[in-house]
């Protein structure tokens, strides 16, 4: 049996592959949690623009239309000898193959202090919690540190926080802006960081004079070395990998799964793929759910050809220009390779259309 963990883009999308293309072979996904949070509208939660509930694909229904089994349970270790997961819960599961798919975690303690009073937005939990902070009360600054690994998302929370200050009853909420680890512009470059930064003042954010984030505290952020009050600290996003108990020498320094250009990983029938996977350099790309799309159907292949003792087809190295969009408060930043491309609300229509399609193809 192929055993999946994680219910996220890349497993289910994998999960839904291989049973269209094998309905013969049986595939068991062990999620913890019954639903896939769709994380690009996690953006809005904070915001009040989207409730939490609004966010979940419910998995279920999905396992019964593709004939997958679902196991909603917590993979705390696995056996590579034996070749079986043990769950929270405390079941014990064979496969012949295993396919990781579960994310990246919030590295909580890159910044010191963090882990205790600050709130991590990419993940779930989080973002529900910081929404309900909010709202109860009603804070009067809050910081918002973007950079690290995923640096767009932040630039959208501390956006569309800003924009909707009226609609939460707090017009006089402050939404600061803090380059959280000072790389923003050596990442972005002068024309994009232009464009950003109007942006995010157009939606009523105020950019922070000081940079690098050094501490959290129960009233304050450090940043620059400077002691700021803020209510409200949330931190996007410095990630690792989720920990299911693999040996140090499958993961990279940050506890990312290391795969090859077939996203084979060191130990047979095993395979990583999604934001767990580290790819190699020349067929890597930005951790993101149109890259999981995109390349879903070459991993299915390959998991595949491993059950039939057929040979792995590597990935072609990336040509294309990246792209990527920022959705400040409705403001869209479109970039190319981070030349900026085009803005304004218009990108924000193809955005919606792509979204409103997997909502319609996965529920
Ligand atoms: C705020 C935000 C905005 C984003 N915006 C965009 C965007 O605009 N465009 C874009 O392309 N990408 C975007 N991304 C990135 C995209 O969401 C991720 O790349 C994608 O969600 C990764 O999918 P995944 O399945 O690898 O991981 P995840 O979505 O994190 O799913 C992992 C799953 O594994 C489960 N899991 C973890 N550990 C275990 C375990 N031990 N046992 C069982 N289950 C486990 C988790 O509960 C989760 O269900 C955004 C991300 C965030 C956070």
Redesign the pocket.
Known sequence: MLVI?????????AAVQIRTLRPSREVAL????P?????????YVPAGRRRFAEVCIPLAPLAARYGFQLID????QIDLDARRVG??KGRVIDYSQLLL?????ADRNRIPGADQHAFF????DD?EKFAVEVHRRMPKRICVAVGWD?R??GL??AGWLATRRKRLGAADMEVVVVDGDGLLADHYGAEAMAAIRSALMRAGATWSTESVLNEVTASAAVVGGKDTAFDLVAI??PLCG???GLPVDMLDDRGFIRVDESFATTRPGIFA?????ALPSKVAT????????QRVAHLASNVLADMDGEPLKPLEPTVAPHR??A?IGGHAILLRDNRVIGQGRMPLLR?WLYDQSYFRLRS
């Open positions: 963990v994680g219910g996220g883009f890349a497993g289910l999308e062990i999620t913890a949690g639903s896939l949070v769709y994380k690009p509208w996690l953006i349970d917590r993979v705390d769950l929270a798919a579960t994310g990246a975690d937005p990419c993940q779930p973002a995923r767009g998302p959208e929370f996007v996003a989720v920990n299911v793929f999604g934001d767990a996977a930005g951790k993101t759910m149109v890259s999981i799309r990527s969009m959705n955005r």
